[in-house]
């Protein structure tokens, strides 16, 4: 069992910027890609930001692709997601989660998550 604890959510004015990371509890396990997901009240989770861990690859929501950011800290083991030019829309539950193996755009195919961090951006 691997536990994820997100950090970094808050209170933010549009255009803002803001930096989540999300800590597993054990340094290595054997995983395909880490995500960001979010779920905004009375909204399903969404898929935010994926990266492949072996290789690299980022893939991104369209609603965010080109202002958040998502990569690996080595030395602090984790990953984050740098997000910039915050709009109210992005008001959510970020929730950090990994991908054992599937299909990185679908919140089923991961196996372990976080508890989550709010982020509020205000307008």
């Known amino acids: 069992q691997v536990q994820l604890v997100e950090s970094g959510g808050g209170l933010v004015q549009a255009v803002g910027s803001l930096r989540l990371s999300c800590a597993p509890s054990?340094?290595?396990?054997?995983?395909?890609?880490m995500g960001w997901f979010r779920q905004a009240p009375g909204k399903e989770r969404e898929f935010v930001a994926a990266k492949v861990w072996s290789g690299g690859n980022t893939y991104y929501a369209d609603s965010v692709k080109g202002r958040f950011t998502i990569s690996r800290d080595n030395a602090k083991n984790t990953v984050d997601l740098q997000m910039n030019s915050l709009k109210s829309e992005d008001t959510a539950i970020y929730y950090c989660?990994?991908?054992?193996?599937?299909?990185?755009?679908?919140?089923?195919?991961?196996?372990?998550w976080g508890q989550g961090t709010q982020v509020t951006v205000s307008s």
């Open positions: 989660a990994a991908n054992l193996g599937g299909n990185i755009w679908l919140a089923s195919e991961y196996t372990y």
């Open positions: 054990r340094r290595t396990f054997s995983k395909y890609a």
